[in-house]
């Protein structure tokens, strides 16, 4: 039976399950309160990854963790005060630090990445948007042998969970990226990757078929829900909507949301910039590529090269600090021949992050019609399509192609 359902939240997650539920036959509203896809999902490396199966709390952490800090590398930083904070959830995130772990959300990541990145290319044909695709995987270079020694773990993981992936001496480097600058030793080529050179303009083509279908968008903040046969939403201008089912996908937003409904999420944030540089005459990249010993991302985009930074822990509306952002360009200009930035200030995202690094995509425990979508932390951007599946097929009693029980919000008292 058609269902009215409120998706709240437009980000790239909450956009692919709009856009599944409303071919589903159901009568599909997102609320934000912004135009769709203009926060974390506006301003990410544009990776459609099938590989990013090594998450961030993996055994490996713990020995980096000196490092980390004393904030020797540019791959973390990290406000002191926050840190003391949420030092339950920050033990908790590095209780999941185990073999036993990474091999659970190694092969949950892998199939959920695999089976995303086959309905984004349906996706983006559907959405006329090939001219945003790139086809050409995602490349991590290395500086030093010892850097790529430290690697071993994930290339073990990579094969483990057959991620193809090509491994490139410096030489063969040349032939693949030659704009790069001659520092860098070694390189692995996660081969199948895909990526968008704007990821908000994935999101606007994406919109655009929901909406041709009949999928409506209000711009509006969520503010209060409450449950009696069917849902209330109030919003911010005091407008309440009426559905028979409510989807929280706000991203960074969701625990916020749900705990008003008195779930307690295990949700932190990981922080990341951006901001666009310039290539002069003749540089150019053929794909995404990540300087793995500096700790952060070279991501050709339709603006100029966007340098991504890597994981800033702080308060989720904190003032922004460009240290990272500051350190990223630099190495970047070691690495490519850049011109001038592009923009005044730096961009500022949230990763939403689970303590395991997985995302819930499930049925709210103790409530009617209430469904969970959030927490896709490094991999929103390429898990959102599969995602949105699975999401449609539990709430329609379809079994899904992939196993949802590592998603699934039981894994947590909440
Ligand atoms: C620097 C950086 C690089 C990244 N690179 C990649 C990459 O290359 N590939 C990849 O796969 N992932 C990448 N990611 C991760 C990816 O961007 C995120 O996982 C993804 O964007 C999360 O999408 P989302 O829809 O859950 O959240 P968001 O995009 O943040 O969307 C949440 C939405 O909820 C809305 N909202 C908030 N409060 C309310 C409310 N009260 N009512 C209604 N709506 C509300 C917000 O306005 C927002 O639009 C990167 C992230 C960062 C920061």
């Given amino acids: 039976m058609r269902k009215r359902i409120i998706v709240i939240g437009g980000g790239i997650v909450g956009i692919t ?85 990474l091999d659970h959300s190694s092969r949950a990541l892998r199939n959920l990445q695999s089976f995303s990145l086959s309905l984004h290319l349906d996706l983006i044909r ?61 390189g692995v080529l996660l081969h199948d990757a895909c990526s968008v050179s704007s990821p908000s303009g994935l999101c606007d083509a994406y919109l655009s078929i929901f909406e041709k279908l009949g999928g409506k968008v209000l711009q509006a903040a969520a503010t209060t829900l409450s449950y009696s046969d069917s849902w209330k939403v109030t919003m911010k201008n005091n407008h ?38 310039k290539p002069r005459l003749g540089a150019s990249l053929q794909r995404v590529v990540h300087d793995v010993d500096r700790g952060y991302v070279m991501a050709p985009q339709q603006k100029g090269v966007r340098i991504t930074s890597g994981v800033e822990l702080n308060d989720r509306d904190a003032k922004v600090d460009e240290k990272q952002i500051r350190n990223s360009i630099h190495s970047a200009r070691e690495a490519l021949s850049l011109g001038a930035e592009l923009e005044d200030s730096a961009w500022m995202g949230r990763r939403p992050t689970l303590v395991d690094s997985l995302p819930i995509i499930d049925k709210g425990s103790r409530h009617d019609e209430l469904w969970f979508n959030f927490g896709h932390q490094h991999n929103g951007l390429s898990t959102s399509a599969g995602s949105a599946m699975i999401l449609a097929d539990l709430m329609h009693g379809v079994t899904p192609s992939i196993d949802p029980s590592p998603f699934r919000a039981d894994r947590f008292k909440i």
């Fill in 240 to 277: 309440t909507l009426e559905a028979n089912r409510v989807v929280i996908a706000a991203g960074p937003w969701s625990a916020e949301i749900a705990e008003k409904l008195g779930y307690k999420i295990p949700m932190g944030w990981e922080r990341g910039y951006h901001i666009h540089l």
């Fill in 126 to 186: 559907e959405a006329n948007a090939d001219s945003l695709l790139r086809k050409t995987g995602w490349l991590k270079v290395f500086r030093s042998d010892a850097s790529f020694k430290s690697y071993e773990m994930e290339l073990r993981v990579l094969k483990k969970t057959g991620v193809g992936h090509t491994i490139f001496n410096s030489e063969q480097l040349r032939n693949l990226e030659p704009s790069l600058n001659q520092i860098f030793k070694h």
């Fill in 17 to 101: 399950a709009a856009l599944e539920l409303q071919r589903r036959r159901n009568s599909v509203t997102i609320i934000d309160p912004k135009k769709p896809g203009r926060e974390t999902s506006y301003g990410n490396s544009g990776v459609l990854s099938d590989g990013s199966v090594v998450i961030s709390n993996n055994p490996g952490l713990r020995k980096k963790l000196p490092t980390l800090i004393l904030k020797r590398s540019n791959a973390l930083n990290y406000n002191i005060g926050f840190i003391l904070k949420s030092l339950p959830w920050v033990t908790k995130f590095l209780s999941y630090c185990t073999d036993l772990h």
